[in-house]
């Protein structure tokens, strides 16, 4: 069985949130699979909590520029409707 999980070290921070989801998958399909050593399959833990955390800051850092334009428009409004009083 051919691995197509890149275990480059250092790569996992140059990662976009769709090439570590994408990576997360297949790595949780070959564990999935099983047929590999105790050793690969560590190895392939490994990788996919390193992916799981990649993919997570994306999506913390996604949810805190949704908060701040949310925030920023309430902050608007708000002096919108000061502004007409």
């Known amino acids: 069985m051919t691995s197509e999980?890149?275990?480059?070290?250092?790569?996992?921070?140059?990662?976009?949130?769709?090439?570590?989801?994408?990576e997360l998958i297949e790595v949780?399909?070959?564990?999935?699979?099983?047929g590999t050593t105790l050793e690969e399959s560590l190895a392939l833990w490994e990788r996919g909590e390193e992916l799981a955390k990649v993919c997570r800051r994306w999506l913390e850092g996604a949810r805190a520029r949704l908060d701040a334009a949310?925030?920023?428009e309430a902050a608007e409004e708000s002096g919108d409707r000061a502004d007409a009083e």
């Open 5 to 22: 999980v890149d275990e480059t070290p250092g790569r996992t921070e140059a990662l976009g949130y769709e090439q570590a989801r994408d």
């Open 70 to 72: 949310l925030a920023e």
């Open 28 to 34: 949780v399909r070959h564990l999935e699979a099983g």
